[in-house]
Nanobody
Framework: QVQLVESGGGLVQAGGSLRLSCAAS????????MGWYRQAPGKQRELVAA???????NYADSVKGRFTISRDNAKNTVYLQMNSLKPEDTAVYYC???????????????WGKGTLVTVSS
């Protein structure tokens, strides 16, 4: 019913930039928070950045000052601009959205399939 599709991942050299996009579609009345998570091999999944419908943001300490999360509510799309990338940023990045399908529904978490970001040294 709800699909999240990420794009923008790829291979980049250290110091470079990538812009991730995630578009939500389907039965959507509204979206509360949206965010990006990442998981590197052998590590726990961690929150990278999150943004509320009103634009309030939260970042992991490791990406503050380098990454910027934004969203276009009209397009149900969230972005992650990643600058000054480091090899430690290498991970599968997952998009998350808390979606209400109708005015009577509670918000439910939906996830994208993930997009791989590889930062070479």
């Amino acid at each position: 019913q709800v699909q999240l599709v990420e794009s923008g991942g790829g291979l980049v050299q250290a110091g470079g930039s990538l812009r991730l996009s995630c578009a939500a579609s389907g039965s959507i009345f509204s979206i509360n928070a949206m965010g990006w998570y990442r998981q590197a091999p052998g590590k726990q999944r961690e929150l990278v950045a999150a943004i509320t419908s009103g634009g309030s943001t939260n970042y992991a300490d490791s990406v503050k000052g380098r990454f910027t999360i934004s969203r276009d509510n009209a397009k149900n799309t969230v972005y992650l601009q990643m600058n000054s990338l480091k090899p430690e940023d290498t991970a599968v990045y997952y998009c998350n959205a808390e979606v209400r399908k109708d005015p009577t529904a509670d918000g439910m978490d939906y996830w994208g399939k993930g997009t791989l970001v590889t930062v070479s040294s």
